[in-house]
């Protein structure tokens, strides 16, 4: 049998074809539009991801028994709005993770609802990036359109939507609306008014792993499949992206690397840190993470290299560093603003400690390490609330780099798994099929079974010492300079 990972990326749809041994048959990508009408703002059109993911599942499928797929799964990006009125129809452009225009609602709900009730209520305070804030501000900005609102779903669950007429979405994705009560896995009822929503307007909740529905027979007719196959539920991408690396069951940890950065633990017991510094979420495995998230990290190396360096040669850039804990340059890596765990949008991205002696190559290695220190932040918040972790997979763009997991290694005193395979959302939405259509007895069963480490990276006790050290001087950057961000 076969099953499809479908991850819904922010640039691009990633098919994954997976036979049931875990071995990875194909792999497609189909790119769509993002639109920026205003500053700030970030769109796409829905209709753009069902009909590039089908274009996809064709071409992922070509040369196969067609009959032998039994499952698709999803993992997605997270937190956009997508609306639909009593006819199905999108009423609006979807509004995407990356939109900032809904600061204003986003003060609002921090400040004048409070954090602590947001807190109590589902177990995170309020972020620009959340769903809840901008269904405030389409509110308050589109009445007319907010009135024709029917349906209330997430990137991939438009998808499931379309494929399979199944309104749902999963406990892992839903985490991140500010509309689930995280700890009870359940839509909250004080949210829902505060946001002015009903509860038939949210779709039904479900397990990653879960059945909900099979493919439209017009739409198995389009693909070649059959109309029995499986649509899972799925899970947020970097839940999906956990399932993908392994990391699952109790205490476990995986750095991301991509284009927004992420540190993820999972846990088996629900916990909010006092800050609420880091994301309180769902797992896809059916237990709990927390989750630090930057919003540049791969990107921080790619703005240096490209934009300023004028160079995409990132091997050649790295290449003359040597002198690892030894560099007195700093660079905070908030070219976006910052989410975990400072939660300001206003920060930006500064290099610091620059002398006439100064080399690009200490700027390179600096914005390095200001992306290991970030993660190091979040990491710093989880034990704080007594959770030990050891080690940590390790996945992403930035991941293909020796240098950077050797950094993140001793930036963090981790040990560093590298895997074999590693093809974050997509590999863990193919798993929850896999483990929906019966294969698997669960998920943390595949996730231990597919995830093969074939490298460590071991911190050493002399540059752990000396970054410990440039670590403790790069704390105190952010907050002298808050006040002028």
């Known amino acids: 049998m076969y099953y499809i990972g479908v991850d819904l990326g922010t640039s691009a749809v990633k098919l994954l074809l997976m036979e049931e041994s875990g071995k990875i048959c194909n792999i497609v990508s189909k790119e769509y539009p993002l639109f920026f009408p205003h500053p700030g703002w970030s769109e796409q059109n829905p209709e753009d991801w069902f009909t590039q993911s089908v274009e996809g599942m064709k071409e992922l499928t070509e040369g196969i028994d067609r009959s032998l797929v039994a499952g698709i799964g999803f993992g997605g990006q997270m937190h956009g709005l997508v609306t639909l009125d009593e006819n199905d129809q999108v009423i609006r452009p979807a509004i995407l993770w990356n939109d900032g225009r809904s600061q204003k609602e986003t003060e609002y709900l921090n400040n004048e609802i409070g954090k602590d009730k947001l807190s109590a209520y589902t177990a995170n305070i309020a972020f620009a990036g959340f769903t809840a804030p901008k269904i405030l501000w389409m509110k308050k900005n589109e009445p007319d359109k907010f009135a024709k609102i029917a349906k209330i779903m997430l990137p991939k669950d438009y998808l499931a939507y379309r494929l399979s007429g199944s309104f749902c979405t999963d406990v892992s994705d839903a985490s991140g609306m500010l509309l689930l009560d995280v700890k ?208 940590t997979k390790i996945c992403g763009g930035g991941a293909k780099s020796p240098l950077w997991k050797k950094i993140i290694a001793n930036v963090m005193n981790l040990k560093v798994d590298v895997l074999e395979v590693e093809e974050g959302p997509s590999m863990g939405g193919a798993m929850l099929a896999a483990v929906g259509c019966g294969a698997y007895p669960d998920v943390e069963t595949i996730g231990k079974k597919m995830a093969h480490v074939v490298d460590t990276v071991e911190p050493e006790e002399e540059l752990v010492a000396k970054y410990e050290e440039r670590y403790q001087k790069f704390r105190e950057l952010y907050p002298a300079l808050r006040p002028l961000f």
Not at 198 to 206: A, G, W
Not at 267 to 290: P, Q
Not at 293 to 316: G, P
Request: with cysteine; charged share 25%.
């Open 184 to 391: 009870n896995r359940c839509w909250s009822e004080e949210m829902m008014e505060i946001c002015d929503v009903k509860e038939e307007q949210l779709p039904k909740l479900y397990e990653s792993w879960e059945v909900v529905g099979t493919l439209k027979p017009e739409v198995a007719e389009e693909l070649g499949f059959s109309a029995d196959v499986k649509v899972v539920a799925g899970a947020g991408d970097n839940a999906a992206a956990a399932v993908g690396t392994g990391t699952v069951g109790d205490g476990q940890c995986n750095i991301s690397l991509g284009t927004s950065g992420t540190i993820f633990i999972s846990s088996k017991n629900f916990g909010v840190d006092e800050n609420n510094a880091l994301h309180s979420f769902c797992h896809a495995d059916g237990s709990y993470h927390l989750m630090g998230c930057m919003l540049s990290a791969a990107s921080c190396n790619k703005w240096w290299a490209e934009e300023i360096l004028q160079t995409k040669d990132f091997a050649a850039e790295q290449a003359p560093i040597q002198k690892l804990g030894e560099n007195n340059v700093f660079f905070l890596p908030y070219l976006m603003g910052e989410r975990s765990p400072h939660n300001n949008p206003d920060a930006r991205g500064v290099f610091f400690g620059m002398s006439m002696d100064s080399t690009r190559a200490d700027m390179t290695q600096a914005v390095l390490e200001g992306v290991a220190f970030g993660l190091r932040d979040s990491l710093e918040v989880a034990r704080k609330l007594g959770i030990k972790i050891e080690r």
